[in-house]
């Protein structure tokens, strides 16, 4: 994944009560997600996009990339080779993607494929144009539209600089190639549409709760803390049912319990993403509900636990209130 430290996509932080369940190894109010789009395929079925590479296949499946014995390009490259119908890409969106990333030069005579989310039947979610990403990703893809597959050839500046990847085989005088399917993306105050629930259980934090817009707590006087995390549905969503099988994208507000401060905001940042079945483990209310859904979750204190061989120590975490909303998935 091309991100400036690693391959692999770093895992958005969700709060510390919800990072054991739900984090993986894998940052205009009432608007909808972009939403998802098919390009158009290439006329020929074999794309010749920078000079020197040949892409075979269209959106969605898996390229097959062959690279010319010639010298790599010296300068940041770009081909769209398949034009999307969907929404424009912004910069601090969260773009779900699909791609495939290669070195221009093999290893060991063959192809040297460093990262492939193709390969693991699933596209992956970062935030674009804020250097979360390597910059040639941030420089080209903002401003594309969805449904897009796009060719890019990136030269060490623009990629992971003089020191390379080593443990990805990249050194740092490697061009990097990719090939990416712009799939979805989702704005930093992105939202979906729902009902609010009219009548609402005794016991909870007194909030703001219109569909659509950020939630507020504006009292805990009087609430209890759980024993264990315990959810309530605030809001009905109307969009496509949620499915334990995919990533949820999330909108965050956590509150501490005790003093009824707001202690962390995804709202106008960037939502989040983590696996449904492990988000679902712990906000059980939103099981057989729709996308726009939004449940409080009151959560437990956690005692602190010591560093062991495999972790950190983790201080100890207060009880706190959780709202969250499913704004997509993907």
Known sequence: ??????????????????????????????????????????????????????????????????????????????????????????????????????????????????????????????????????????????????????????????????SGQPDAGISGTDTLVFVVDLVAAFAPDASAPGVAVSTLPAGLPKLTNVAGKPPTVLSTAGVKAPKKPAATLLVNGTGAPIEGTKTLVLQVVQTDLATGTKTESTWGKAPQTAPATNVLSVASALNGHKVGSRVLILTPPIAATPASGSQQAQPATPAGVLIVDVVGQF
Request: hydrophobic letters at 35%; a positive charge; aromatic letters at 4%.
């Open 1 to 162: 994944m091309p991100s400036r430290s690693r391959l692999l996509l770093a895992t958005l932080t969700l709060p510390l009560v919800l990072l054991a369940a739900c984090s993986s190894s894998d940052d205009s109010g009432s608007s909808a997600p972009s939403g998802s789009a098919s390009g158009s395929p290439a006329a020929s079925g074999a794309a010749s996009g920078v000079s020197g590479v040949t892409v075979k296949g269209g959106f969605g499946t898996k390229p097959d990339v062959s690279i010319a014995d010639q010298s790599a390009p010296g300068q940041l490259a770009e081909q769209v080779l398949s034009t999307g119908s969907g929404a424009t890409v912004g910069k601090g969106d969260t773009l779900v993607a699909n791609y495939s990333g290669q070195t221009w030069a093999g290893k060991d005579g063959k192809p040297n494929v460093f990262d492939s989310s193709f390969e693991r039947g699933k596209p992956a979610a970062f935030v674009i144009g804020t250097g979360a990403v390597i910059p040639g990703w941030d420089k080209t893809l903002v401003g594309k539209r969805l449904g897009s597959r796009v060719l890019l050839s990136i030269p060490p500046a623009d990629g992971y600089g003089s």
